[in-house]
């Protein structure tokens, strides 16, 4: 089997739509399929009630959260869409994601741009509002040449677009997942940048906030890193998950179903579903 647990569509930052994406995975030799968009699980409304005997789709999603300042993501695997927790859970990371837009508008208007909140929401066209459909608009709307001088002078890190965002707490976020019946695995660990003591840090608070789960891959890695965290699950009685992390084509090192087994002695995230 291949699993591939962790891929975005159009629904959020990826470029794929979901019928494109599912033909992919198909094409990729993906046999357990999960789309984790951002904050949003629309992506499944344009498929409805998928079923083929050569994949297998499970419900997901990439919730954001915060731990002590560091903005951590959690995956949400097979749960339930149509439950109300989760449902409310969406419309607070939209509003989240409203309210920070509406900082960065400000911003944005403090430097003589114009009309750039309507214009970034128009760009995200329903999708989770985040700082690359300002850019869009800054260049769409000729107040800037291109995207990169966009994140470079304006939106980019330490710059005036560059506002915190407001997410809830790593527990919250964990309780939500739970109570759609998913299992919450630990989106991943490696891109926070954490020391060894710190990433054990958060992987016991993961736990004790009742996470199920650790990425244990994440898209092309080396060896070292796999089993690295192989180890870390193990320790601390984690599932582990595994997923590319697609948002594109041609991006080597998170190609869809690209995901290499996981290491013997971990126990799969998939095993009780
Ligand atoms: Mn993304
Ligand atoms: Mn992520
Ligand atoms: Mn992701």
Same mark, same amino acid.
């Given at each position: 089997?291949?699993?591939?647990?962790?891929?975005?569509?159009?629904?959020? @930052?990826?470029?794929?739509?979901?019928?494109?994406?599912?033909?992919?995975? /198909? *094409?990729?030799?993906?046999?357990?399929? !999960?789309?984790? @968009?951002? %904050?949003?699980?629309?992506?499944?409304?344009?498929?409805?009630?998928?079923?083929?005997?050569?994949?297998?789709?499970?419900?997901? =999603?990439?919730?954001?959260?915060?731990?002590?300042?560091?903005?951590?993501?959690?995956?949400?695997?097979?749960?339930?869409? %149509?439950?109300?927790?989760?449902?409310?859970?969406?419309?607070?990371?939209?509003?989240?994601?409203?309210?920070?837009?509406?900082?960065?508008?400000?911003?944005?208007? /403090?430097?003589?741009?114009?009309?750039?909140?309507?214009?970034? =929401?128009?760009?995200?066209?329903?999708?989770?509002?985040?700082?690359?459909?300002?850019?869009?608009?800054?260049? @769409?709307?000729?107040?800037?040449?291109?995207?990169?001088?966009?994140?470079? /002078?304006?939106?980019?890190?330490?710059?005036?677009?560059?506002?915190?965002?407001?997410?809830?707490?790593?527990?919250?976020?964990?309780?939500?997942? !739970?109570?759609?019946?998913?299992?919450?695995?630990? *989106?991943?660990?490696?891109?926070? /940048?954490?020391?060894?003591?710190?990433?054990?840090?958060?992987?016991? @608070?993961?736990?004790?906030?009742?996470?199920?789960?650790?990425?244990?891959?994440?898209?092309?890695?080396? %060896?070292?890193?796999?089993?690295?965290?192989?180890?870390?699950?193990?320790?601390?009685?984690?599932?582990?998950?595994?997923?590319? %992390?697609?948002?594109?084509?041609?991006?080597?090192?998170?190609?869809?179903?690209?995901? *290499?087994?996981?290491?013997?002695?971990?126990?799969?995230?998939?095993?009780?579903?």
């Amino acid at each position: 089997m291949l699993a591939d647990l962790h891929t975005h569509t159009t629904a959020s @930052d990826g470029v794929l739509s979901p019928e494109q994406l599912i033909t992919s995975a /198909k *094409a990729a030799g993906v046999t357990l399929l !999960s789309i984790t @968009d951002h %904050d949003t699980i629309s992506a499944y409304k344009s498929l409805p009630a998928y079923t083929d005997k050569d994949m297998q789709l499970v419900y997901g =999603i990439e919730l954001s959260s915060i731990w002590h300042k560091t903005g951590i993501h959690v995956v949400g695997l097979n749960i339930d869409p %149509d439950c109300p927790a989760l449902q409310s859970a969406i419309e607070t990371q939209r509003n989240a994601r409203r309210e920070r837009a509406k900082t960065i508008a400000d911003k944005l208007s /403090k430097l003589g741009f114009t009309d750039t909140l309507e214009g970034a =929401i128009k760009a995200a066209n329903g999708t989770a509002l985040g700082r690359p459909h300002f850019a869009r608009f800054l260049v @769409d709307s000729g107040q800037v040449k291109t995207i990169s001088i966009a994140f470079k /002078k304006f939106l980019g890190q330490g710059k005036p677009g560059d506002v915190r965002e407001n997410w809830p707490a790593l527990e919250t976020v964990i309780a939500w997942i !739970s109570e759609a019946g998913g299992t919450a695995v630990l *989106a991943h660990p490696n891109k926070y /940048k954490l020391g060894n003591l710190k990433l054990q840090e958060l992987t016991k @608070d993961f736990c004790s906030a009742g996470g199920h789960g650790l990425e244990v891959i994440s898209g092309k890695q080396e %060896d070292a890193l796999t089993s690295r965290l192989g180890t870390l699950a193990q320790q601390h009685g984690l599932l582990a998950s595994c997923g590319s %992390d697609f948002h594109q084509p041609g991006q080597s090192w998170a190609e869809l179903g690209s995901v *290499a087994a996981l290491p013997s002695g971990c126990t799969p995230v998939w095993e009780n579903w």
